[in-house]
């Protein structure tokens, strides 16, 4: 058990490492605004939650953000996009999981992907109208958004970002899933911290 909890650790600490690579190769997709950047730094993290339990994936989302604060800053001062970053990574992760644990299959892994891209974009549309982009403009010291300007946002960019991100890392996840199902099934049965 020791043995399996230090093996666990130190699987984390890679996937933390990889995760927060990826995180560095970000890139924006046309007609959405700038600060709106897909990467797939959620994949080694759904992959820690599959063979360890979703407290690894929570680790993992965890220590990409820490260490990409620390390392490259945030331009606001505080850790706004970070904490954004890490619960989108949660809701997206957390619901796969769970959904892909009550069907181990091919299709339970695709219903849990495309659980998780839901309620990624539903959850990102309401904190960021509630939390994240009033807490942009405080600390970036701009004008407060409008009720109306804040929903024209989250409609026309930040609901399809959401929905299109979690699209293309679902895609990528699948393409990896299928070359790993079998090594992952034979770890998962004693991997789970």
């Not at 970053?85 to 796969?96: D, E, H, K, S, Y």
């Not at 790993?180 to 789970?192: G, S």
């Amino acid at each position: 058990m020791k043995a399996m909890n230090v093996r666990a650790f130190v699987s984390i600490g890679v996937f933390s490492a990889i995760s927060y690579v990826l995180m560095l190769l970000n890139f924006p997709l046309p007609a959405f605004p700038n600060f709106l950047l897909v990467d797939f730094s959620d994949v080694p993290a759904l992959v820690a939650a599959l063979l360890y339990g979703p407290l690894a994936g929570a680790l993992v989302e965890l220590l990409k953000n820490v260490l990409n604060y620390f390392l490259v800053g945030s331009a606001t001062g505080v850790p706004v996009g970070h904490i954004a970053n890490f619960v989108a990574g949660m809701t997206f992760i957390l619901p796969t999981y769970y959904l892909y644990r009550k069907m181990t299959s091919k299709k339970g892994m695709m219903a849990g992907l495309v659980g998780g891209t839901i309620v990624m974009a539903v959850a990102m549309s309401v904190l960021n109208y509630y939390i994240f982009l009033p807490a942009y403009t405080i600390f970036l010291g701009m004008p407060a958004m409008s009720a109306p300007e804040a929903k024209a946002l989250i409609v026309s960019a930040i609901l399809p970002f959401n929905a299109i991100k979690g699209a293309i890392i679902t895609l990528v996840f699948m393409l990896l899933f299928l070359r790993l199902r079998p090594w992952l099934q034979k770890q998962t049965t004693t991997n789970h911290v």
